[in-house]
């Protein structure tokens, strides 16, 4: 009777484990998916890492009480390897040649959002930029006087400082560079407030494509993290299903926007082929997803290439993701990148990477 028992127990686990392991397999494969054409199943990328946990559990499971079923995760973990490593890459850690660029991107939030933090010249973000030396520095919601202010001091520092106005509309994402400009010039795509904006920089003779992006937000309300907030919290099923509903449909008509800006964006870099290239910025998506499965095509993460661990680069809200990305050429190579958590003003964290420029003669 309790062999019986335990035979039913297992096979109802091995059931479970299938359907895990398919789930999986599927937020991976979801990265495919363009979000025009599929808006909700696109967005299941955000369920990779909860999957992922589930079958390391079963791994364990089958080890303890049925080893031939571990089978089951381990072909599952190895077929899902490529996109584990995109969520969450081990590298040994490399210090930066000397003559590497340091890169930061940064989310300001509006420089911390307070009304106080406008009036004061050593608002944090904007002292922690001055202290970063970084030679390329791109942030993105950049407005009122502390952007002003820091474009004055980045001038007094050195930095070329660059003003783009797209369309009578002066946009938030800012840049400064420690060489000259060749050109500027907004990338046009449909949206309300977000932005893409493309630099030519001469560089020891050559020319380095920078592309600084804040794409299409996902315009979580207050009330709307409130809601997703008391779903962790209080998971009662009418609030679970009223709250999924609720982020699904908004995120997934982000999505729907923000798909056609990365194709705009992509095609644009095709077009620049002579360049060796850095995109980075507020992607507003998590690596397992289409924004970044279509950079990845043709550039490299930087953070996948040379970053540890997760790196959730948002920091509010309960919301554990890294939406804030740096991609390269292959021609190029990053070392040492690392999400900083040592400042909290704005909801993001920055991103800092170093970019070899020893071969920035190669063709992208």
């Excluded at 340091?102 to 009304?115: D, M, Q, R, S």
Aim: glycine share 4%; hydrophobic share 40%.
């Amino acid at each position: 009777m309790l062999t019986k028992i335990k035979k039913i127990v297992l096979q109802i686990m091995a059931g479970a484990n299938i359907t895990s392991s398919l789930l999986l397999l599927f937020s991976c494969w979801s990265v495919y998916l363009v979000p025009a054409d599929y808006p909700r199943l696109s967005l299941f990328g955000l369920a990779f890492p909860i999957f992922l946990v589930i079958n390391i559990l079963f791994l364990f499971f089958w080890l303890i009480f049925y080893v031939r079923y571990s089978l089951i995760p381990i072909v599952t973990l190895l077929l899902s390897f490529p996109y584990l490593n995109d969520y969450c890459p081990i590298n040994w850690k490399k210090d930066p040649p000397k003559d590497a660029l340091k890169v930061l991107t940064y989310n300001v939030a509006a420089f911390g959002g307070t009304e106080e933090s406008k009036k004061q010249e050593d608002n944090e973000i904007l002292q922690y930029i001055l202290k970063s030396d970084a030679d390329i520095v791109c942030i993105q919601e950049a407005t009122g006087p502390i952007r002003r202010l820091l474009d004055e001091k980045m001038k007094e520092a050195g930095y070329s400082v660059p003003k783009i106005v797209n369309e009578n509309k002066e946009l938030m994402e800012h840049a400064y560079f420690k060489m000259p400009i060749l050109s500027v010039e907004a990338i046009k795509y449909d949206s309300e407030s977000n932005g893409s904006v493309a630099y030519h920089l001469l560089y020891e003779g050559d020319t380095l494509l920078v592309v600084n992006n804040h794409l299409e937000s996902n315009r979580l309300t207050v009330e709307d993290k409130s809601v997703y907030k008391s779903m962790i919290f209080d998971p009662e099923k009418e609030k679970m299903e009223n709250g999924m509903r609720l982020l699904m449909r908004k995120m997934s008509n982000a999505s729907v926007i923000r798909s056609p800006q990365v194709d705009i964006v992509t095609k644009y870099i095709k077009r620049d082929r002579s360049s060796s290239v850095i995109v980075c910025g507020d992607f507003n998506d998590s690596p397992i997803s289409y924004t970044c499965n279509r950079f990845g095509k043709e550039l490299v993460s930087s953070f996948v290439e040379s970053g540890n661990g997760p790196g959730f680069s948002y920091n509010k809200d309960l919301f554990y993701v890294r939406i804030d990305h740096v991609f390269h050429s292959k021609n190029l190579k990053s070392y040492a990148t690392q999400i900083d958590r040592s400042i909290k003003t704005s909801d993001h964290y920055p991103l800092i990477t170093y970019i070899n420029k020893g071969n920035l003669d190669t063709k992208y």
